[in-house]
């Protein structure tokens, strides 16, 4: 079953603005990543952030997490259009067994 | 890093048959993923394929309807058998190659398939 739950399944904005995209899992991690697909294709992983941390920064994106409320966000900063795709968290379970685990992903249309 | 190469990328399947998804990887990897995307869905893992042992189904993932090989530490297959249209998925193949951390996954460009 999927992990992660994300808020909001789809999101529009103008390009320049910033975009926030948040996540909720459910059981503890070892770590948590952001993915990008593009238009149904290989998804690409953007930036890990593991559970002892709790904000990590790669470029234009800045992710926090905080473990204590299960959640994590992911902001894009000065959109571009080339952003527009699907965006989703992955988590990894802490101990045992290293899966990874989607979820249900949100759809970022950044409009020129 | 790792580059992936998947075949086919899309093709169009009539109901009952099999058809075989070959994944190549251009490193030695250990762990290798199978994952199956339904159509404007999320990513569901199949099964992991480790090379020299047999592969570990997912809930819900029967090794009779998804058959893996994995005879290197570079390729595998899929195979989706006995097709219906429910199987019209994208199916992905992703590798940890435990550079960074547990789970950093990279991806094929994934295989379309359409179900009639």
């Known amino acids: 079953s999927q992990q992660g739950e994300e808020d909001p399944q789809a999101l529009s904005i103008q390009e320049g603005e910033n975009a926030t995209m948040n996540c909720s899992y459910k059981t503890s991690i070892n770590n948590l990543q952001w993915y990008r697909q593009n238009s149904g294709r290989g998804l690409v992983h953007l930036i890990l952030?593991?559970?002892?941390?709790r904000e990590k920064h790669s470029g234009r994106l800045r992710v926090t997490l905080d473990t204590s409320k299960k959640s994590s966000s992911l902001l894009i900063t000065a959109s571009r259009a080339a952003d527009t795709a699907s965006y989703f968290c992955?988590?990894?379970?802490?101990?045992?067994?290293?899966?990874?685990?989607f979820g249900t992903g949100t759809k970022l249309q950044v409009i020129p | 890093s790792a580059v992936i190469s998947q075949k086919p990328s899309r093709d169009i399947c009539q109901r009952g048959t099999s058809l075989t998804i070959q994944c190549q990887v251009d490193s030695q990897v250990t762990m290798m993923f199978w994952y199956r995307q339904q159509p404007g869905q999320s990513l569901t893992l199949i099964a992991t394929?480790?090379?020299?042992?047999?592969?570990?189904?997912e809930s819900g993932f029967v090794i009779d309807k998804f058959p893996i090989s994995r005879p290197n530490l570079t390729f595998s297959t899929l195979t989706v058998s006995n097709m219906s249209p429910e199987d019209s998925s994208i199916y992905l193949c992703?590798?940890?190659?435990?550079?960074?951390?547990?789970?950093?996954?990279?991806f094929g460009e994934g295989s379309r398939l359409t179900v009639l």
């Open positions: 952030i593991r559970s002892n941390e």
């Open positions: 992703s590798v940890d190659t435990g550079t960074r951390g547990p789970g950093e996954l990279f």
């Open positions: 992955a988590t990894v379970r802490a101990g045992g067994y290293q899966k990874v685990t």
């Open positions: 394929a480790n090379q020299g042992s047999e592969a570990t189904y």
